[in-house]
């Protein structure tokens, strides 16, 4: 398939575990976004990588949650410690322009 | 004031009606328009961007944007229970990096 994937479709874990979420974007797609999707917030942007430039880690909630991208292309999303309230629909997206952004199916997490 | 407000609805029309669904932002640097549609346990899709005041027309689906008033639409023509879903509207900041501001979403329920 040619879109973004995503990986585990869904996770269920204790409170206090460290959870990690993958994401593999479209071929050739120079740009990488880590949304989150909860009821009553929306879709909140998390991470942003583009190509070898630091990533903009401006909306990441706290020090908890960090994203790395090896080599240009699979980014792993982690969090650490988790809590009730991180549990959410994480979304990735990819893109050539940053306007057009192309999401994948997501990651539903659910913290108990 | 959030930075996009988006009518939640739920939104419910008979097969064959035009549909009509609305955010407003209050930022003016907002350059760059774009809907999506996400079906139920699904990521978004895009379906519609545009960068500039006036109308765009894809098949059933036109996208309007009037920065004079900060108001964008959506219109679907000819609506089908296929288009049965939640409608986001999202917008980026001309010289940003890229992340998207979304609304809230409005959940569409197209009967037969």
């Known amino acids: 398939g040619a879109g973004v994937s995503q990986s585990p479709s869904n996770k269920v874990t204790e409170k206090g575990k460290d959870v990690e979420l993958r994401c593999d974007p479209i071929s050739g797609h120079t740009a990488l976004y880590w949304y989150r999707q909860s009821l009553g917030q929306g879709l909140e942007f998390l991470i942003y990588f583009q190509g070898n430039s630091a990533p903009d880690k401006s909306g990441l909630p706290s020090d908890r949650f960090s994203a790395e991208r090896t080599g240009g292309s699979v980014s792993t999303l982690t969090i650490q410690r988790t809590q009730q309230e991180d549990s959410a629909v994480y979304l990735c997206?990819?893109?050539?322009?940053?306007?057009?952004?192309?999401f994948g199916p997501g990651t539903r997490l659910t913290v108990t | 004031q959030k930075e996009v407000e988006q009518d939640p609805g739920p939104l419910s029309v008979p097969e064959g009606a035009i549909v009509s669904l609305n955010c407003t932002y209050s930022?003016?640097?907002?350059?760059?328009f774009m809907w999506y549609r996400q079906y139920s346990r699904k990521g978004p899709e895009l379906l519609m961007y545009?960068?500039?005041?006036g109308n765009k027309e894809d098949g059933r689906f036109t996208a309007q944007v009037d920065k004079s008033s900060k108001y964008i639409s959506l219109f679907i023509r000819d609506s089908q229970p296929s288009d049965s879903a939640t409608y986001l509207c999202a917008m980026v900041y001309g010289g940003s990096q890229g992340n998207l501001i979304f609304g809230k979403g409005t959940k569409l329920s197209v009967k037969p």
């Open positions: 997206a990819s893109s050539l322009n940053r306007d057009q952004q192309y």
């Open positions: 930022n003016s640097a907002f350059q760059y």
């Open positions: 545009t960068y500039s005041s």
